[in-house]
């Protein structure tokens, strides 16, 4: 154990030996001075923390110096009542504090208990009980704020956890307090009820024991008893205060006494005028001259000096900032910060800011955070950070999409209007301005708030401008999501699995794959839009083939396999025959016999003119298919499929190239044409 920790517990131990066994007096002298020096640290170190989390454990000090308190209570109570001698210190305070007089001690005890009771306790609570509940109301907000500046590149990862850590902190700091100021408010109350019972308990004590008169009885105890009063009182007086003081605190960074000071006398012309009063009062009333008009000099020379001080810095802040802009322009250039490239970034005209700023009321920045959940969940890797930022050098209604650093797609919208897309059977049309779509490239029509209604009930798709961009987006990351997904991307995904599978990572990696063979398989499936969520049967699968080769395309087939499951799921809906097109077995040995096996890999050798045979058969059933409103789906055998989506991958992007082996058993298909040479 650390010497802290013996420490504290033996603090605790302590105040329930008190409890139970008598100390000597001058082992309570020692014990009461002890309790009086920690309140006045509790005090000082409250008042200069910069933030409450600095006193994150206030709530248990509370707890642990009042239960210490009170067993000082019973042992000097014990002491008072058995040999009516508790100690020089409490002795001390009933003789001087309390003046050595029942009534004036008695009268000084109430009024102690009656500030800490009624005023400081009063307010404390309802402090801790107000900020507790505005803290914990206020969260989902600062979470929402977090993810937003998460997603702007405002601050990182571990900036972010940081910022929800200490959220979290708050909200239970601050629910802890709300119930710690509890104790505080019964450890006044018990000292009260302790005080009213030495006294009878001291009285009957020197009539029946000791012989003594009434009001011998009365003097000898009540007296030690305020006095024993007074000096536990005092130290939680010091801890309410203590209290009232983290509860209330305004300011996060900054020096206790150097803000108050600042914002209380920081102003000079409240100064004068506070100054002009009290020497008005010292000339006019018959109030003590000398004393008001010096008090009132002393206010009008602080607000000068102040005024001053004031004047200084400003023309310090003006010097300063001239030095700052003038040492920016001789610096070199800093280029390093320009050799960074975000992995996706949306820039947009300053004419769509108002769907970015939240102030404004934009919800693009929580668009964005849905984009990336949704990906997760859909495919199971995790988008980078998207980075949104304005351009104007752009038009103001225009956007662009950018994948590390270059343009892959744009669009334009009308910030004040709504997109209205025809899903081909409304017949009757709506006057408007003819755009496009840009996620589908589909012909749709801009039109104002006054005719969205009309629009809805005759049929028409009707988008506002937020979603239009979400969208857009949302399509241009699963297309590119391949490339996004990198090696540590893949380390982190394989260090997660790891946590539940160590034994099936252990062996995969880096034992028969290393990452970036792992990558490759991974960025296969998501290129062609499978899930990577169900990673564990991935590997599982990898682990079995891996000891036989290597070859990542061919890996990609027999995980495509295990995930058929899915696969069928994806683009066979159940309890309907999906049509799709056949490949010419003369076909699927043709292009086997123009597969070509290198040290690299496999690649396909096919004669021009024969591609170009090939291409125009696929488009024909492709467009059978699509007249049909179906998906494009060309089923092959296992060995060929993936040689025939890269032949057709340049010409046909959407086309979906399945192997009878990715398919279950219980999905129907019907083909409605096949593709030949």
Not at 17 to 30: A, F, G, N, R, Y
Not at 406 to 427: K, R, T, W
Not at 546 to 559: G, K
């Amino acid at each position: 154990m650390k010497k802290a920790d013996i420490g504290v517990a033996a603090y605790v131990l302590s105040a329930f030996i008190m409890m139970i066994v008598s100390i000597p007096q001058w082992l309570l002298d020692v014990l009461l001075a002890c309790n009086m020096s920690i309140a006045f640290t509790i005090l000082f170190t409250t008042m200069f923390s910069k933030e409450v989390l600095d006193m994150s454990f206030y709530p248990t000090m509370l707890l642990f110096t009042t239960i210490f308190r009170i067993s000082l209570n019973v042992s000097s109570t014990r002491l008072i009542l058995t040999t009516g001698d508790p100690g020089k210190v409490v002795e001390t305070f009933g003789n001087y504090v309390g003046g050595n007089d029942l009534i004036v001690g008695g009268i000084v005890f109430i009024i102690l208990i009656l500030i800490q009771f009624m005023v400081i306790n009063k307010g404390s609570e309802r402090v801790a009980e107000v900020t507790a509940r505005f803290t914990l109301d206020a969260m989902p907000g600062k979470q929402m704020a977090i993810d937003a500046d998460l997603n702007t590149g405002a601050i990182d990862d571990a900036e972010a956890k940081r910022r929800r850590d200490k959220i979290q902190d708050e909200s239970s700091f601050f629910g802890s307090m709300d119930g710690a100021v509890k104790y505080v408010k019964g450890d006044a109350t018990a000292g009260l009820v302790i005080t009213a019972v030495n006294i009878i308990g001291g009285i009957a004590m020197g009539v029946l024991r000791q012989g003594m008169g009434v009001g011998d009885a009365l003097n000898r105890y009540a007296i030690l008893t305020i006095g024993d009063g007074l000096v536990s009182q005092i130290p939680s007086l010091l801890i309410s205060l203590s209290t009232g003081i983290l509860v209330t605190k305004g300011s996060k960074d900054a020096d206790f006494g150097r803000v108050l000071i600042s914002q209380l006398f920081g102003m000079p012309k409240v100064l004068y005028m506070v100054g002009a009063v009290i020497a008005g009062l010292g000339i006019v009333t018959p109030l003590p001259n000398l004393v008001f008009l010096t008090l009132g000099l002393v206010f009008i020379v602080t607000g000068r000096i102040v005024a001053g001080t004031i004047e200084t810095a400003q023309i310090e802040g003006e010097v300063d900032a001239e030095e700052a802009a003038a040492e920016e322009i001789r610096q070199p250039e800093n280029v390093n910060s320009l050799l960074q490239v975000d992995p996706i970034e949306l820039e947009f005209g300053y004419g769509i800011i108002p769907l970015a700023d939240v102030n404004q009321g934009g919800d693009l920045l929580d668009r964005v955070v849905m984009i990336r959940r949704q990906i997760a969940l859909e495919l199971g890797t995790v988008v980078p950070i998207i980075r949104l930022r304005d351009n104007i050098q752009l038009n103001p209604n225009q956007y662009i999409i950018k994948i590390k650093g270059i343009q892959v797609s744009e669009g334009e919208i009308l910030f004040d209007h709504y997109m209205a897309m025809n899903p081909g059977y409304v017949e009757e049309e709506i006057t408007g301005i003819p755009t496009f779509e840009p996620s589908f490239h589909l012909p749709a029509t801009w039109i104002t708030e006054g005719q969205r209604e009309r629009a809805e009930s005759m049929g028409y798709t009707v988008v506002d401008p937020p979603s239009i961009i979400a969208t857009h987006l949302t399509e241009i990351i699963r297309q590119y999501i391949d490339e996004l997904l990198t090696r540590q991307d893949v380390q982190n995904l394989v260090n997660n699995l790891k946590d539940s599978n160590p034994s099936l990572v252990d062996e995969l990696v880096p034992k028969l794959l290393g990452i970036g063979e792992v990558q490759k398989v991974l960025q296969n499936l998501l290129k062609e839009g499978i899930s990577i969520r169900d990673l564990l049967t991935i590997f599982e699968t990898l682990a079995d083939y891996a000891s036989t080769t290597r070859d990542t395309d061919i890996l990609t087939e027999y995980v495509r396999q295990s995930l058929k499951r899915a696969i069928s799921s994806k683009f066979f809906p159940a309890n309907e025959t999906t049509s799709v097109v056949t490949l010419d077995p003369k076909l699927e040995q043709e292009i086997m016999a123009g597969v070509k096996q290198t040290e690299t890999g496999a690649y396909l050798t096919l004669d021009p003119e024969k591609t170009k045979t090939i291409m125009q058969s696929v488009e024909s059933e492709v467009n059978k298919l699509e007249n049909l409103g179906k998906n494009p789906i060309v089923i092959t055998s296992p060995i060929v499929r993936m040689y025939f989506k890269r032949l057709t991958e340049d010409y046909y992007k959407d086309l979906i190239v399945v192997s009878y082996n990715e398919i279950e058993n219980n999905i129907e298909l019907q083909s409605v044409g096949m593709v030949t040479a």
